[in-house]
């Protein structure tokens, strides 16, 4: 029998998403828990599996389409059950499945041809179509795809860098148009929803992390590993949970129409993450729980995952407070925009050596670092953010006190 596979939920009120790449096309045969299709939705590329063995009859969106939720996304014939189909709908499949063969045999040579004793390159029929146009050899071109799956985008990346020479030739630029779309899209209008309806204030401070430093190199000498990367995050995280102890408004969320604040128990702190498909915000659940171990392993698996695109949505739901690394690429201060429903976000500047004097009056130098908070202040005034801040830097400036409070 034919049936339609319906696009499930995916997200917290998802209900539309772009098809980014079919894995497969019309006439594949496909089993239960095979990746069908990568849909971009509006906080990560998320990859849907087909829950049954069968073949596939129709593929209702072509790559860059909106899909919705809740309606068919494809058709596939199930296995084992062809007795009951209509002929039409037998000699369709059939057809298709013909053409498909048809299209296969005609590339295997191809690229057989093109890699000599190289192994088959991943990619989809659609790419190899698109390469046979081309006449590229797709051995040449670097995938980025998983298990180095060579992409549509990889295909087009390959043709624009090939007629670069012929555009710097040109006397006169060419303006270059693309859609906004996807993450982006959907980051812009965040951004500016926040931006226009949450009364934002901006607080900035130094934090001296001489003594961080060299405890990050401390555990860094002890306890890292090829899996296993100790930065300064973990320790920035886990400072900001035991404050919240203290300050718990600033770990509440507050409803669409402001008449609700929920103080959310678990410490869910996100982490803002430049990834691959724009910015994304992973959450590190339970912070309060989780040593600066486990911390740092959390780290390293989201911001992976979120630089990669290929994120749990489960991943990107239910944050609190927000950090942004921002002075990991550079910059001192910064204004950001707090990740709704949270009602603040703090972005770290560049750690800097710079002249300060000690309880003697002498001029030595120190790590500094300047923390630029943006909070709701509907929710949180100047002196409740000065007051956690205050509490946060003391952790951070002399971290034998946040070791004790973690006992």
């Not at 696009?7 to 828990?33: H, M, N, Q, S």
Request: glycine share 8%; hydrophobic share 40%.
């Amino acid at each position: 029998m034919q049936k339609d596979f319906i696009l499930p939920d995916i997200g917290e009120g998802i209900v539309e998403c772009e098809v980014i790449e079919w894995k497969i096309a019309e006439g594949d045969k496909i089993e239960e828990d095979q990746i069908v299709v990568d849909v971009s939705t509006d906080k990560a590329i998320v990859e849907i599996p087909s829950m049954f063995n069968g073949r596939i009859t129709k593929l209702y969106y072509a790559e860059g389409d909106t899909a919705k939720v809740q309606q068919p996304l494809f058709a596939i014939e199930l296995e084992g059950q062809e007795e009951g189909i209509e002929q039409s709908t037998l000699v369709e499949s059939k057809s298709v499945e013909t053409a498909f063969t048809q299209v296969e045999e005609v590339v295997q040579p191809a690229v057989a041809q093109a890699t000599g004793d190289s192994e088959k390159v991943l990619t989809t029929p659609a790419v190899r179509k698109m390469a046979r146009e081309h006449k590229l050899d797709l051995a040449t071109i670097a995938g980025t795809g998983r298990q180095g799956r060579v992409l549509k985008e990889d295909v087009l990346d390959y043709l624009s860098e090939k007629k670069t020479p012929a555009v710097k030739q040109s006397s006169e630029a060419e303006d270059r148009v693309e859609p906004i779309k996807g993450v982006r899209r959907i980051m812009a209008e965040r951004m500016s929803e926040a931006a226009s309806t949450i009364p934002h204030f901006t607080y900035v401070d130094e934090v001296d992390v001489t003594q961080l430093m060299e405890l990050r190199q401390n555990l860094k000498e002890s306890y890292a590993t090829d899996d296993l990367k100790i930065t300064l995050m973990p320790l920035f995280i886990k400072a900001l949970s035991l404050a919240i102890k203290e300050f718990p408004i600033l770990n509440s969320r507050t409803n669409d129409d402001f008449s609700e604040l929920t103080y959310v128990g678990s410490h869910n702190i996100g982490m803002a993450v430049d990834g691959k498909t724009g910015l994304l915000v992973p959450n590190i659940k339970n912070v309060q729980k989780l040593g600066i171990l486990d911390i740092a392993r959390e780290v390293m698996r989201l911001t992976a995952a979120a630089r990669s695109g290929k994120i749990e949505p489960q991943d990107l739901a239910g944050g609190t407070i927000t950090i942004s690394n921002i002075g990991a690429i550079g910059g001192t201060a910064a204004t950001p925009i707090i990740n709704s429903p949270g009602v603040a976000i703090v972005a770290l500047g560049k750690i800097q050596s710079l002249p300060r004097y000690n309880e003697q009056g002498d001029l030595v130098a120190r790590k500094i670092m300047t923390v630029s908070w943006s909070g709701d202040h509907r929710v949180i005034d100047g002196g409740t953010i000065a007051r956690f801040n205050n509490l946060w830097m003391g952790y951070l400036e002399v971290p034998s006190t946040m070791l004790a409070a973690m006992m």
